[in-house]
């Protein structure tokens, strides 16, 4: 049995340093739980963009711009190592840590941001780095689309961990390419909410036969309004709103909730996973093993990372 960890909490939002200090602390606290695998939301890291779900698009080009360029000021950069800090408290509690991070491309434009997702071992080494495949609706606004080079299962201390953010849990073909690789747990960073989301965690449970652990932000109006200009920050006038519920939850194999959901209101939300469960859950339907059907349907997944300029070296 192994002890998981999600963490609930708002970010520091627009302030990179102040929010990894806040999840450098929850790591701490959650290892002294026995926490042997943590987790954190969607773009948290310095936070998700919740304006864009308020200011119609193109209405305020000005407004949009400053927002934007805020963000991209205070986005994660790997190349630069900025989250040493998170890297060296799971090194330091010997714990496997996967936050949601805003990304600034670094090997490119050095401009483009993109919702990602990454994964720490234990020893403070990056496993993996997975880049949200399709952006939702105005998030298309705000980061670019992801390939499926990340799209991994790698191996931990608390067993085999993928990853899919938000609404990707509804791409069937993403779940089965996960799924392939041997999946015993399934980690959803989410800004979605809500019974639709917890449905979906259930489901999702039962037709790969996995451990779910679905991370959700949560945070009120005197949150954000804070970090934002003025003008921004009246979107969020009233401080005690919700603006996002959170719900995190913890679903066995099979689709039986254990821990949560933890609605409005921030905390760690404690599990225990036994991964016996996994094999015993697809006995009867294990959806890439016996219960597939690859002399009639089979799923080509192409992992080449995308590269907008390749270069060659003159002989």
Known sequence: MDRVAIVQLAPAFLDRAATLSRAVAAVDEAAQGGARLVVFPEAFVPGYPAWIWRLRPGAD???TEQLHARLLEQAVHLGRDDLAPLREAARSREVTVICGIDERDGEFSRDTLYNTVVVIGPDGTLLNRHRKLMPTGPERMVWGFG????LNVVETPCGRVGTLLCWE???PFARAALYAQGLQILVAPTYDQGERSTATMQHIAREGGCWVLSAGCAFRGGDIAPALPAKASALFADADEWINAGDSVVVAPGGKIVAGP???RCGILVAELDLERVGVARRS???A??????DLFQLHVNKAPARPVIFTQEE
Not at 147 to 150: K, T
Not at 289 to 294: I, K, Q
């Open 169 to 171: 849990n509804y791409l």
């Open 289 to 294: 093993g016996h219960y597939a059907r690859p």
């Open 147 to 150: 390939d499926a080079s990340g």
């Open 285 to 287: 339907l294990d959806v």
């Open 61 to 63: 080009m000005a407004l």
């Open 262 to 264: 933890l609605h409005e």
